[in-house]
């Protein structure tokens, strides 16, 4: 029969489910994931920070995704106008991997979801979470409805909600928050970029500024296949304005705003649906519970300016699943400050480069001319994904950010 218990149910298969689930099961804990789609399958979030190389590398996933042949990428370009700069992620503050990768997230999240069944973990596609009971047993009952519609339910000692923006656990136990970040719309789509200009850097991740509204800016993710990822974010009352185009012509329409941006796409042949989510930035009441706790996406989400969402979402599943091994060995353990509070460090580093990105002030820092080197490999840092080392000063008091930019417009 499909019943069963388990030490471990994940909800969800992305990257936050698939490391932790291959973590726990190569610490001997009997991991169940069930998943609501088939892989492939499409996700957003396709620029990948060094450190997230790190989590891939403790879960055994590192050599199966290098060897997929993604398309490498050594760090991040910026466009405003006239204005480009760049940052080169070998060239930063903290130790560890200076290089990674932009992945088509549907190839990705295969490959690190076969790595963990590999690994020994039972993953059930097509099977979604409805419901979560704690029962007086010490063990939560889920019950899961499968794409043929039969239903059944599962029992676990403890449960890892990484369903990212389906959000089952928040939506289910109510854990719910407003996020303090505002309301944005992202269109974005797959081209055949043909991009013939002789200086573009395919190794870097390229974000525009709108050229009038410094709220409005893009990115351009190109790929090893010759295609490329290509997005706008807007705010809600830009994209209202807009609302009686189509979503294709809206994107379409921003991107001839834009400078290298457009000059590099004057060939692109836009051949796949345009996709769209808003609302993204999410929050919530507590991370954890007696028989929970939530990863990546599922917990908060912030922006996804500095493609910070899978990094997070990665150390998120490293954190949680050493956590929860030492508490299924029977040791005495602390969510909150063995995991909520660290991983908190990190999203609050990024939370504060954010604000400081939709204020002006790290666009400032970011296009001033006179860089002082030793504090460009600190801000090469965090942008590298390394938000949790406290011996980086603006890790450790990430408003200096605000010092800075002052000191950059003098
Ligand atoms: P996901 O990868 O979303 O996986 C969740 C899985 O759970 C899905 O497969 C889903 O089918 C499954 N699921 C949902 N509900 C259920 C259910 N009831 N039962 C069973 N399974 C369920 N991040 C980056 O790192 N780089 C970027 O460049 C980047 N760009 C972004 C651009 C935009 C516009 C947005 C909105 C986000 C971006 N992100 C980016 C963020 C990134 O997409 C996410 O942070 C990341 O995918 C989170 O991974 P996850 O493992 O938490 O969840």
């Known amino acids: 029969s499909a019943n069963g218990s388990f030490d471990v149910v994940i909800i969800g298969a992305g990257p936050s489910g698939a490391v932790a689930a291959a973590n726990l099961t190569r610490s001997g804990h009997n991991v169940l994931v069930l998943e609501k789609q088939y892989f492939p399958r499409f996700s957003i979030g396709e620029s990948l920070l060094p450190q997230s190389m790190e989590f891939l590398q403790q879960a055994g996933m590192l050599q199966a995704v290098i060897e997929a042949g993604f398309q490498f990428k050594n760090g991040a370009a910026f466009a405003n106008k006239e204005q480009y700069d760049f940052f080169d992620f070998r060239e930063k503050f903290s130790p560890g991997w200076g290089t990674t990768y932009q992945v088509q997230r549907a190839q990705f999240d295969k490959i690190l979801a076969d790595c963990a069944v590999k690994e020994g973990t039972e993953i059930r596609y ?20 499968d794409d043929q519609n039969n239903e059944y339910d599962v029992s676990a000692k403890f449960v890892l ?18 996020s303090t970040l ?54 809600r009352s830009v994209y209202e304005q807009h609302q009686d185009q189509e979503d294709e012509l809206i994107l379409k329409h921003f991107i001839t705003q834009t400078g290298k941006m ?10 796949t649906a345009v996709g769209k989510l808003a609302g993204y930035s999410s929050d919530v009441t507590q991370m954890s519970g007696k028989h929970f706790a939530l990863l990546g996406n599922a917990g908060e989400f912030l922006d996804p300016v500095f493609s910070s969402g899978v990094t997070i979402a990665l150390k998120s599943a490293s954190l949680a699943s050493a956590v929860l091994d030492k508490q299924l060995h029977g040791e005495q ?47 090469s840092s965090v942008l590298a994904g390394y938000a949790w080392d406290t011996n980086n000063p603006y890790v450790n008091t990430p408003k200096r950010l605000h010092v800075l930019a002052q000191l950059c417009q003098k």
């Not at 007086?136 to 409805?145: A, G, M, P, S």
């Not at 409005?216 to 993710?221: D, G, M």
């Open 262 to 271: 457009c000059e590099s796409l004057t060939e692109a042949q836009f051949d």
């Open 333 to 379: 353990v602390d969510w909150l400050s063995e995991y909520e509070q660290p991983l908190k460090l990190g999203i609050n580093t990024f939370r504060t480069f954010v604000e400081g990105w939709y204020d002006g002030s790290l666009q400032t820092v970011i296009f001033t001319e006179q860089k002082n080197p030793a504090i460009k490999e600190m801000i």
């Open 126 to 145: 097509g099977h979604a979470v409805e419901s979560y009971t704690e029962l007086e047993n010490n063990t939560v009952q889920l019950h899961v409805c």
């Open 161 to 178: 909600d990484a369903s990212g923006f389906g959000r089952v656990l928040p939506k289910l136990l109510n854990l719910e928050k407003e």
């Open 182 to 235: 505002s309301t944005r719309v992202s269109l974005f789509t797959h081209v055949e970029d043909r991009i013939g200009l002789k200086d573009f850097d395919r190794n870097k991740i390229l974000i525009s500024v709108h050229p009038e509204n410094s709220e409005i800016w893009y990115w351009l993710i190109p790929f090893s296949n010759g295609r490329s990822s290509v997005g706008v974010v807007l705010p």
